[in-house]
């Protein structure tokens, strides 16, 4: 028998509370931007705090502006059951992504403790104060502080595209650079995120839950290509060194291996500077991006030395130069499979359909996942689309996630 939590009134309402942290950096096109540091990730994260303490969890930031509520638990065993998700956005985003599992955490929390009173075990709340790297080049400032990867060290020289540095932004937002502490915390004893899919698999397959067995591994790399720049009219075929004829045959390479290799295996070129980018003129240098991901340490590592031995043959053949530089390396990680089978049967006896997962994007889930025993759920994304305006998961669907939510927090800490 699962537990029975009332639904209580329009302030306890998901649907509500997505638009109103949506309302913190709100667009023309009904997207969001709240970037770290900036004032509407401030006011986003005040707001939060304020709604916190209406429901007597004691609230407090770390020196990084991740932000907590805390429900204080009664037995005498230590150790915390950490729950949330990230409050920044995406330029133009979505109102699903991050802020979702925030919502659905504290609405968790809260009807937890309407209905059975303060738990056996420690729980908090947390919105990290960024994932995403929208605003300066890093990711999991939030969470990596929480764990002791990051320090300031990491961002001294960062700036935004603005000119404003890191610890400028830090220190205007009123978390002092001066004054910062390390955040590390090792009370925590399981950590659990709730979030959009921001895929269409749950939605072709029906399902509702999302249970996440692996975060892939992420390789980016940026690949350069360096030939010669000739006149388009008057150079035979023969006699060229032609850059973007040999980056699309890099490209057409590594895209037919990665469809031959391994099913979830995914390579992804997004970005191409040509030069010098004239209709008449042979290109002499390609610079493209290439992203790789799998769950598996051994895919990626046989996949990249394949197509970079591959690259290299291609390159001396046609004469010409080829850089390659990697600028991201993020491990696999698997989560916890019995925190995973305690899902499975919560699903099974609510008759809520659901299925195992890899999931194709990082999360905070997975920088904890390699830390303590982690948990990461999806609900459905309309369409698959996320990073948009048009993000969209359906009330029954956001429900349904707080749902199971609540049920494994309380056989947690209950």
């Known amino acids: 028998m699962g537990i029975q939590i009332e639904k209580f009134n329009e302030k306890d309402d998901v649907a509500l509370m997505i638009e109103w942290l949506a309302s913190f950096g709100a667009t023309e096109s009904n997207g969001v931007t709240r970037l770290l540091y900036s004032k509407e990730w401030l006011r986003a994260q005040q707001a939060m705090k304020a709604e916190m303490e209406k429901e007597n969890l004691d609230t407090y930031f770390d020196s990084v502006g991740n932000l907590f509520g805390r429900l204080e638990g009664t037995g005498s065993s230590g150790g915390t059951i950490l729950t949330g998700s990230h409050i920044d956005t995406v330029r133009n985003g979505g109102k699903y992504d991050g802020a979702y599992g925030v919502i659905a955490s504290f609405l968790a929390v809260k009807r937890l403790y309407k209905a059975y009173g303060p738990p056996r075990k420690t729980i908090e709340v947390v919105s990290f104060c960024e994932e995403e790297g929208s605003r300066f080049p890093l990711t999991f400032w939030g969470s990596r502080n929480i764990q002791g990867i990051y320090d300031l060290d990491h961002v001294r020289d960062l700036k935004d595209t603005e000119g404003i540095s890191f610890l400028e932004a830090m220190k205007k937002s009123g978390f002092e650079p001066e004054a910062y502490i390390r955040p590390v915390r090792d009370d925590i004893d399981r950590f659990v995120e709730i979030h959009i899919e921001q895929g269409a698999v749950l ?153 195992d997962m890899v999931s194709g994007a990082g999360h905070d889930a997975q920088v904890f996942g390699a830390f303590c025993p982690t948990c990461l759920l999806f609900v459905p994304s309309q369409g698959g689309i996320s990073h948009s305006p048009k993000e969209f998961t359906s009330v029954p669907d956001l429900e349904r996630g707080i749902d199971v939510l609540s049920e494994v927090l309380y056989k947690l800490a209950y």
């Not at 790399?221 to 150079?235: C, L």
């Not at 045959?249 to 992804?268: C, G, H, Q, W, Y």
């Open 203 to 355: 939605e072709k397959n029906q399902n509702t839950i999302g249970v996440v067995s692996h975060i892939v591994g992420q390789r980016r790399f940026t690949v350069k290509i360096v030939g010669e720049s000739d006149h388009a009219g008057t150079t035979p075929m023969s006699y060229r060194k032609d850059a973007v004829s040999a980056a699309s045959e890099f490209i057409s390479f590594l895209t037919k291996k990665a469809k031959r290799m391994n099913p979830d295996l995914v390579a992804t070129v997004g970005r191409m500077d040509v030069k010098p980018n004239v209709p008449n003129v042979i290109a002499g240098e390609v610079e493209f991006s290439l992203d790789i991901r799998h769950h598996e340490e051994v895919i990626l590592d046989k996949f990249c030395q394949e197509i970079f031995s591959t690259f290299d043959s291609l390159a001396k053949e046609a004469e010409m130069q080829m850089e390659i530089l990697q600028w991201m390396d993020v491990k696999p990680v698997a989560l916890d499979m019995e925190m995973n089978r305690l899902v499975q049967k919560i699903a099974e006896d609510k008759n809520t359909p659901y299925q």
